[in-house]
């Protein structure tokens, strides 16, 4: 008797892909007529059968390949359908997925979840849904956007509080650094409080701990409200740049010096740690290079601090700073930094004193009578970069003595010198 298949109502009900292991079977199996079943080739050729048996063996070798095509390819059409349909159907769960459940987690912050174990909406949902009643969903950021609070950076410093590992306080500290610049209103709602409590990780052991305090401080410094709080931590700051050798540090701790207007109270300290910024400026890490140079020149323009930049020990290849193949951006700093301390020894009150410098002293790579400055100087004039072409003018005028200084010796021999260069 021959298999019947199952009835239309039966395949409809059930998937396509689950017959398949039932198909092929029962189509390998299939007799060639509606007679007597023949069984089925065992030779593929002439020569694995011997003469005149072949009809013996149940069927011509004709008859042996086509019907081999024909159940080869209905075995193909099914498992390729089988194939599709699963594809499909890992299409369309991929399309109906839902979004993972959302956690109270201080580390993360991309959703906001005013229950817990509650399921965010996805990226598409309308504004409306967001502010449903039981309590806003979404990105905080979207949040924050209509107007309402999110309460993340609060929790995020609650969780600061705990007792926490070293690698969790840093995660921390990076997820309020990005609630910071994302979310202002919120950050404009913190208290002093919160900027005392980042400030105690300054003195964590952990070095990754105090970069991203420093990079929280920066962040905060944004806000005027915060910004005497924060500067009551630069004399901490100054102590860390000059004490832990440490790049990344180093550039944390600058550039929140370099968003501060640093009061005088810091100065006693900014003298002991000059020779260690020094320092830092004639390493080898281009953006440590930058920060710090950008706040010498700062410091360069107050009056009770230029006395000790220009003595302040440097090496002896200091001018290597001011070679064309130095990167752009460090030698426009570099000559603004040179174009402020030559302007402020020129200057009335700084010539009222006779200073006395050390052989070794910046005042004397740059200004000193056997200085090769104005030789690289002259080169920068033609460098690719327009704004290092004019920093560099613009440090040549300003070597150029005062009019009242025109008949020293020493001026001439300035005067003279680029005009021979020229």
Same mark, same amino acid.
């Given at each position: ?86 594809? %499909? ?208 020149? %700062? ?7 230029? %006395? ?41 009150? %700084? ?14 790579a740059l200004f000193g009578d056997e200085s090769r400055l ?49």
């Amino acid at each position: 008797m021959q298999r019947q298949l199952p009835s239309r109502v039966l395949v409809q009900t059930v998937p396509f892909v689950a017959w398949v292991p039932i198909l092929v079977p029962w189509l390998l199996a299939l007799p060639e007529s509606s007679g007597s079943r023949r069984p089925l080739p065992r030779c593929l050729g002439p020569s694995s059968c011997p003469q005149g048996s072949t009809e013996d063996m149940g069927m011509s070798i004709p008859e042996c390949l086509g019907q081999l095509d024909i159940r080869k390819g209905v075995v193909g059409l099914a498992t390729g359908a089988g194939a599709i349909y699963l594809l %499909y159907k890992a299409i369309k769960a991929g399309i109906k997925c839902q979004p993972p459940i959302c956690t109270n987690s201080p580390i993360c912050i991309a959703r906001e979840c005013p229950v817990p174990r509650e399921r965010a909406l996805p990226q598409g949902a309308p504004a409306s849904e967001a502010s449903s009643v039981g309590g806003s969903k979404g990105l905080a950021i979207e949040r924050e956007r209509h107007g309402r609070d999110s309460g993340e950076l609060r929790r995020l410093f609650n969780s600061l509080e705990c007792k926490q590992d070293e690698y969790a306080k840093s995660m921390i500290l990076h997820s309020i650094t990005r609630c910071v610049y994302l979310l202002e209103a919120e950050a404009s709602a913190c208290t002093v409080d919160d900027i005392r409590l980042v400030g105690y990780m300054l003195d964590d052991e952990d070095n990754s701990v105090k970069i991203q305090a420093l990079n929280t401080l920066k962040a905060f410094s944004g806000i005027r409200k915060f910004r005497l709080k924060i500067q009551e931590h630069s004399i901490k700051v100054l102590e860390l740049i000059s004490t832990i050798w440490d790049s990344e540090l180093h550039i944390a701790g600058l550039r929140l010096l370099n968003n501060l207007p640093l009061p005088d109270f810091v100065h006693p300290q900014l003298r002991r740690v000059m020779p260690a910024l020094m320092e830092i400026l004639q390493c080898d890490y281009i953006l440590a290079q930058v920060q710090v140079v950008r706040l010498l020149s %700062y410091l360069a323009q107050k009056n009770d601090l230029l %006395y000790d930049i220009l003595n302040c020990q440097v090496q002896s290849n200091f001018l290597t700073l001011f070679q064309s193949t130095q990167p752009g951006s460090l030698l426009f700093e570099v000559l603004l930094f040179a174009e402020r301390l030559s302007e402020g020894r020129n200057s009335p009150h %700084y010539r009222a004193v006779k200073w006395h410098y050390n052989e070794q002293s910046l005042h004397e790579a740059l200004f000193g009578d056997e200085s090769r400055l104005a030789d690289r100087l002259l080169a920068l004039v033609i460098h690719p970069e327009e704004e290092v072409q004019i920093q560099a003018c613009k440090v040549i005028v300003s070597l150029q003595c005062p009019q009242d200084l025109r008949a020293r010796p020493s001026c001439q021999r300035s005067s003279s010198f680029f005009n021979s260069g020229e």
